[in-house]
Every structure is written in C-alpha cells, then in structure tokens.
C-alpha cells in the first residue's frame, strides 16, 4: 500500500487531472453506447425538444427563437454550447451527447484538481476517480440537459471562489484581481446556464467579503453583472420587461405555490398535475403575460391558504430534493443511484465536518464554502421546489471530500 501511495504522490499534478479525465470519458463513453436513442434524432420528453430546437436555431442562423418565436424560458448557456457543437459537426443529437462527455469528464478532472490542491495526490486521484464511476453522473451525457454544462462551470466557479480567499496561502504566482475577474465570469455563465447560480454567487462574494476580501467580492459582482447583462438588454428590447435571466419567476411560483394537484405523486418529482394542479392559461398571451398570469395565480392561492401552499408542502419538497432514486426508474437503476449516493454521503460527510472544525486554513474555508452553498440549496428548494437532478452540485462539491480519506500526513 505504502508503495502503490508512493508512486500516486510522484505522479505530476497534470497527469493525474488527465488519468482521470480519460477514465471518466470513457466510462461516459461505454454508458453512452447501452442507450440506443443516444445515436439518433429522438429526444426524451421534458425540455430536450426546447434545448435541441433553439440551439439548431443558433446554428443555422434563425436565432434565439423556438417554435418560431423568441424565448427566454431557460437561459442561453446550455443551448449556446449546444449551438455550437451544431454548427461545427452539423444539427444531431448525437453530437451534442458526446459534447456532454466531454463536460462529464471535466467536472471529474476539476473535482480531482479541488481535492488534491487541499490534500495531495493520493487525494485528488481517489476524488476524481470516485466522480468518475459515480452512478448518477455518468448517467448524464446521453440526455441534453443544462447539468451536463452547470455542473463543471459550478465546480470551478466554486473553486476559483475559494482560490481568492487562498491566494497567498495555498498559492503563489496569480493576481488577485486576475483570479476574481475569471470567477466572476464563470458564474456569470454559470447563472446564464442554470439561474441558481446568481443567488449562490452573490453568497460566495458574500463570504469572500467577510473573510476580509471586500474588493474582490466587489470585482467579482460587478463582472457577473457584465456577463448578464447583454442577455438582460436582449430580453428588454424583446419582452419590454425586466428579465434578468429567464421568463420564468412566474412559472417558478405555480410550481412552487399553486393549487394542490390530483394526480397521482411520485417520488423524486414535483410536477403539474400530480403536485400542482395544471393551470388553465387564456388564449393569446404573450410570453410576458402568460409568465404575469400564472405569477398571480400563484400569489392568490398562496394568500388563500398560506399553510397548504408553502409549510406542508416542505417535507415533500426535501425528500424530492434528497432522496436517492427517482421513482419511476428501474429497479436496477434504483439500486445503483441508492449504492453510490448512499457510498458519497458515508465517504464524505465526516472529512466535511473534520474540515470544518480543522485549523487548516485552506481545508476549512473549502468546508466553510461548501456548507453555505448545501444550507442555501436545501432551504431554497424546500421552500420552492426541487428534484434529484438539483442536489447534482452539492454531490459534485461532497465528491471533493472523498480525498481526504487519502490526504498527506
């Protein structure tokens, strides 16, 4: 053992981040293959048809429209990488699957990175390699879906935020203002892929700010702020309203806080019909109005019975967030997600608390971090609404900790 450790801590940083890389490409790879649509046009139902169609828009010029109109129901990060996977390879499915390998491998190799930069070699190879089998991530690539893209860009918008508190610490040679600048550029792609990531961002300086790094956290906003805002004009000169990200806020809070539904209810889900009930929209609303209608909708019900659409609603929303399997999946499929996620909270929840309580600066402000962004996720989507897939980014975060289990002496 004492050998096998020796020659991990003599591989160089480099080779370590592309092993594993490798490894997570072709585990993604090989899963790919057993999913027969994967090498064909059809596309799952949810919001695949969405992000196919606007990114075969992009790429043949039409624009940022779907259906033939212009949207801005999800924002543009996952169909502009998509767009451009299109335009080099040609509009297929398919291409834009094995982009999404590629992004797996990735995040693994980022996870690796973060682990090893705490705790070493040995460290980073046993995280980044965990992350590479780990089930419900290499079930990603063969669905186009915004985690695909979210996941990594949230891993090292997380880990560059951490740097800024480190740097002159754990690391030498980097400007501050240099290293701020590119973190506030990955989470303002990071929010234009999945919207969570602003309120999450804006914690994150707010933690850099507290930890004595006021003018960093300043340059750090006011980049993410730049990033938005060209999509935030382009949906003002297209809505006439003030959409900072997506046309969504009202959607959001039907599903979080409409009328209860009668549909039957499944585990790992929350969806119309079965949690809320299927809204009746008028004809002819525009995007804007119809995002207005159903935002006042929510309001009512949540006003009419403030109780039902928001306290009781809680305990389903935390099992759907935190639970191991969906449950409409195969009872193999469960099994595995259950062993793996089951496997990553018993490997990485006591390193997090040793982190968190140790006097290792670098350790505990990476635990400090991470607790902020698993307490606001949790508490958000409690109080909205949430599905496996959203707990993804603590699981991507808890997989850093399983290194330490390796960490140097």
């Not at 915004?146 to 996941?151: A, D, H």
């Not at 959607?251 to 209810?265: I, R, S, V, W």
Request: hydrophobic residues 50%; proline residues 7%.
């Amino acid at each position: 053992m004492l050998s096998l450790r020796h020659r991990i801590e003599s591989l160089t940083p480099k080779r370590i981040v592309l092993l594993v890389f490798v490894v997570a490409f072709l585990i993604r790879l090989a899963f790919l293959t057993t999913k027969p649509h994967a090498f064909t046009h059809k596309l799952q139902a949810g919001d695949e048809p969405l992000y196919h169609g606007i990114a075969a828009n992009l790429a043949e010029g039409q624009g940022y429209v779907y259906e033939g109109q212009p949207t801005a129901r999800y924002g543009p990060g996952y169909p502009v990488f998509i767009a451009i996977i299109y335009r080099t390879f040609g509009v297929n499915p398919t291409f834009g699957r094995f982009g999404n390998v590629v992004l797996g491998a990735l995040l693994c190799s980022l996870i690796a990175l973060w682990s090893m930069k705490i705790w070493g070699s040995s460290a980073g190879l046993t995280s980044g390699l965990f992350a590479a089998f780990y089930y419900p991530f290499v079930q990603l690539p063969p669905y186009l879906m915004t985690e695909n893209l979210y996941l990594p860009l949230f891993v090292a918008a997380m880990m560059v935020s951490w740097w800024l508190v480190n740097l002159g610490k754990a690391f030498k040679g980097f400007s501050p203002h240099v290293v701020s600048l590119f973190a506030g550029i990955l989470w303002g792609i990071a929010s234009l892929t999945r919207a969570i990531a602003l309120p999450i961002s804006l914690l994150a300086s707010l933690w850099l700010a507290v930890r004595g790094q006021v003018k960093l956290a300043g340059i750090l906003i006011a980049t993410i702020i730049l990033v938005l805002l060209p999509w935030t004009v382009r949906n003002w000169l297209v809505f006439k309203t003030f959409v900072p990200i997506q046309l969504s806020a009202g959607h959001d809070l039907y599903l979080a806080f409409g009328p209860q539904g009668t549909e039957p209810k499944v585990l790992g889900h929350w969806n119309w019909g079965s949690d809320v009930e299927r809204p009746k929209l008028p004809d002819g609303l525009t995007p804007a109005e119809r995002d207005k209608w159903l935002r006042q909708q929510a309001l009512a019900h949540l006003r009419s019975d403030p109780m039902e659409a928001l306290i009781k609603r809680i305990p389903r929303k935390l099992a759907n967030l935190l639970t191991p399997f969906y449950g409409t999946a195969s009872l193999p499929n469960k099994l595995l997600t259950s062993l793996f996620y089951l496997t990553l909270l018993l490997l990485s929840v006591p390193p997090l608390i040793k982190a968190w309580k140790s006097e290792n600066f670098s350790e505990r402000t990476f635990a400090e971090l991470v607790l902020l962004a698993i307490l606001f996720t949790i508490a958000f989507h409690a109080i909205f609404y949430g599905v496996i897939r959203y707990r993804y980014p603590l699981d991507a975060l808890l997989l850093v900790f399983v290194g330490r289990w390796w960490k140097k002496a």
